[in-house]
C-alpha cells in the first residue's frame, strides 16, 4: 500500500502562486509514476501534471504548460507542482495520484486508470 497526504492548497489571486506537496509513505520502491489531478465543481476530474518516480520525465496538458513544474525529492518521498500565473480557471480540489504499473508516453501518464493510490485533495481557489 502507498498513502498519499497533499497539502499547500489555499486561496491566491489571479496571478499568484502556490506549491502544493504530496508526501508519499508506505511501499514507496513500488511507484512507477506519480500524477497530479484536479476536479472543479460540476466538472470530470482531468490530468494536470505528471512525473516518472525514477528517472524524472514530466508530462503537461496544454492548459498549465510554462504555468505548473512538477517536481519530486526522492530523499523526502515527497512531489511537488508549483503553480504561478494562476487563473481563476484553475480553481478546483488538487488531488495526488501515485501509479505502480508501467508507464510510457504522455496518454498513459494523464490517464486515471494509470493510478492506484489517491491522496484526499486539496483545495485550490484563485480570486478574480
Known amino acids: 500500500q502507498v498513502q498519499l497526504v497533499e497539502s499547500g492548497g489555499g486561496l491566491v489571486q489571479a496571478g499568484g502562486s502556490l506549491r502544493l506537496s504530496c508526501a508519499v509513505s508506505g511501499r514507496t520502491f513500488s511507484i512507477y509514476a506519480m500524477g497530479w489531478f484536479r476536479q472543479a465543481p460540476g466538472k470530470e476530474r482531468e490530468f494536470v501534471a505528471a512525473i516518472n518516480w525514477s528517472g524524472g520525465s514530466t508530462y503537461y496538458p496544454d492548459s498549465v504548460k510554462g504555468r505548473f513544474t512538477i517536481s519530486r525529492d526522492s530523499a523526502k518521498n515527497t512531489v511537488y507542482v508549483q503553480m504561478n500565473s494562476l487563473k481563476p480557471e484553475d480553481t478546483a480540489v488538487y488531488y495526488c495520484?501515485?501509479?505502480?504499473?508501467?508507464?510510457?508516453?504522455?496518454?498513459?501518464?494523464?490517464?486515471?486508470?494509470?493510478?492506484?493510490?489517491w491522496g484526499q485533495g486539496t483545495q485550490v481557489t484563485v480570486s478574480s
Open positions: 495520484a501515485a501509479g505502480p504499473y508501467y508507464c510510457s508516453g504522455y496518454g498513459c501518464y494523464a490517464g486515471e486508470s494509470s493510478y492506484a493510490y
